[in-house]
């Protein structure tokens, strides 16, 4: 089956946005890249702050409420319906709720082709990246690391801790059909 869809999956500072823009360059057809923070970005900023949209607590733990999830399913929806119409995306994600959110991803996805990967950081590493960064609360990559993998099914997975994007990126462009 072609793929269609690229699923990157991992913690804050993980590197995914990275592997997305290298992603885009290495491969042969033009790919659209989309990440969790493109959706966060687009909500309206009472929704930032709010426990019906999402919060990002003092030590880095991150809820979403209601308002969050019907947006976020539009969201997800709407990509999926770019892939049907032809296009190919890359999804840059954090599974706060490992398995119950990649099931959400399946369900909108349903007969595309999805390339799911894992994507792994040694969490004392994806901390200093935080740190450099300065536009995350600290501790989220931390409190990330491990629970957004929790019970989710991969193709290949792909670890940052001491490869390079660009080396990520060409593993997972070997695997698109």
């Not at 900023?45 to 030590?59: K, P, Q, V, Y």
């Not at 770019?82 to 996805?109: T, Y």
Request: net charge negative; hydrophobic share 45%.
């Amino acid at each position: 089956m072609t793929t269609q869809v690229i699923i990157l999956n991992g913690g804050s500072s993980s590197g995914k946005s990275g592997i997305a823009r290298c992603l885009q360059a290495v491969l042969p057809d033009p790919w659209l890249a989309f990440g969790c923070d493109t959706l966060v970005d687009a909500m309206p900023a009472s929704l930032r702050t709010a426990s019906e949209g999402i919060e990002f607590a003092a030590d880095g733990e991150v809820t979403v409420g209601p308002e969050f999830r019907a947006l976020e399913a539009a969201w997800i929806e709407g990509i999926a319906a770019m892939a049907r119409a032809g296009a190919r995306v890359v999804v840059d994600e954090v599974f706060l709720g490992g398995a119950a959110s990649q099931a959400r991803w399946q369900k909108a996805l349903g007969d595309l082709g999805v390339l799911w990967v894992g994507v792994r950081c040694d969490s004392t590493v994806a901390a200093g990246r935080e740190t450099a960064r300065g536009d995350r609360v600290a501790g989220m990559a931390a409190s990330q690391a491990e629970v957004v993998h929790r019970d989710v099914l991969y193709d290949m997975e792909v670890d940052t801790t001491h490869t390079e994007s660009l080396e990520c990126a060409r593993a997972i462009a070997a695997r698109v059909a």
